[in-house]
C-alpha cells in the first residue's frame, strides 16, 4: 500500500497569514498521463469531508483560489495564501493512484 | 440536492453485526462508484470498501476483508455495508462516498455522506 505523511500534524494559524502544509507518498503519484493522482480534502469541524484540490494542483470547483497545490511525484504542498477563520479543520492528502486509495494522518489547522 | 444519508449505525458487542445503508439522491446513483470511508473517534480517516457501477468489482480494506460486505441496488438507490464479527477497533464514524478525478474534461467531484456512527462495545 501507498503510505502518506503529512507535516506538521499541528498548525496555529494567524488570519490574514500564509500557511503550507506538506504531503509525502511513498511511491510516486504521477501517472503516465502526466498527472498525479494525489487528492486534497479539509474536514472542517463536526462535517464530512470536502474536496479541495485534484490532480495535485487543481482547485475543485468553489473552491476560494487563496488555496492552491503544487508538487509533483512523491512531494506535494498545499498553501494558503492568506488564512480565514473558516479555513479551521483538519487538511488531508489523498492518493487515489493505486487501490486501495489512502490518506495522509491529517493535519490539524487552528487559529493562534 | 445531491445527497448521501447513511443509516443503521448503533452500539452492538464485540462479535455482533451491523447492517449500515446510504440512501442517495440528487443524482443518477447507478452512474457513480462508491465507497465506504470510515473515522475512529479523534483519528483520521481510512478507506474500507469500494463498489463500481454494476457492483461487479470490489475491494476491500485488508483490516475488514472476510468480516465486511459491500453491496449495492441501482433499482433503490442504496448502498450497503454488512458488518460481521466486529471488533471494539470497529468502532468509528462510516461515511459513503463516491469521488473521482476526471481526466476528460479536467475536473473532479465528491460526494459524502453525513456518517453514522458505530460503537463496538461490551
Known amino acids: 500500500d501507498i503510505v502518506m505523511t503529512q507535516s506538521p500534524l499541528s498548525l496555529p494559524v494567524t488570519p490574514g497569514e500564509p500557511a503550507s502544509i506538506s504531503c509525502r507518498s511513498s511511491?510516486?503519484?504521477?501517472?503516465?498521463?502526466?498527472?498525479?493522482?494525489l487528492d486534497w480534502y479539509l474536514q472542517k469541524p463536526g462535517q464530512s469531508p470536502q474536496l479541495l484540490i485534484y490532480?495535485?494542483?487543481y482547485r475543485a470547483s468553489g473552491v476560494p483560489d487563496r488555496f492552491s497545490g503544487g508538487g509533483s511525484g512523491t512531494d506535494f504542498t498545499l498553501k494558503i495564501s492568506r488564512v480565514e477563520p473558516e479555513d479551521v479543520g483538519v487538511y488531508y492528502c489523498?492518493?487515489?493512484?493505486?487501490?486501495?486509495?489512502?490518506f495522509g494522518p491529517g493535519t490539524k489547522v487552528d487559529i493562534k | 440536492e445531491v445527497q448521501l444519508v447513511e443509516a443503521g449505525g448503533g452500539l452492538v458487542q464485540p462479535g455482533g453485526s451491523l447492517r449500515l445503508s446510504c440512501a442517495a439522491s440528487?443524482?443518477?446513483?447507478?452512474?457513480?462508484?462508491m465507497n465506504w470511508v470510515r473515522q475512529p473517534p479523534g483519528k483520521g480517516l481510512e478507506w474500507v470498501s469500494y463498489?463500481?457501477?454494476?457492483?461487479?468489482?470490489?475491494y476491500y480494506a485488508d483490516s475488514v476483508k472476510g468480516r465486511f460486505t459491500i453491496s449495492r441496488d441501482n433499482a433503490k438507490n442504496s448502498l450497503y455495508l454488512q458488518m460481521n464479527s466486529l471488533r471494539a477497533e470497529d468502532t468509528a464514524i462510516y461515511y459513503c462516498?463516491?469521488?473521482?478525478?476526471?481526466?476528460?474534461?479536467?475536473?473532479?467531484?465528491?460526494?459524502w455522506g453525513q456518517g453514522t456512527r458505530v460503537t463496538v462495545s461490551s
Open positions: 490532480f495535485g494542483s
Open positions: 462516498a463516491s469521488w473521482d478525478d476526471v481526466l476528460t474534461g479536467l475536473y473532479a467531484y465528491d460526494i
Open positions: 511511491q510516486s503519484l504521477l501517472h503516465s498521463t502526466g498527472y498525479n493522482y
Open positions: 463498489i463500481s457501477r454494476s457492483g461487479t468489482t470490489i
Open positions: 440528487g443524482f443518477t446513483f447507478s452512474s457513480y462508484e
Open positions: 489523498m492518493q487515489t493512484l493505486q487501490s486501495p486509495v489512502t
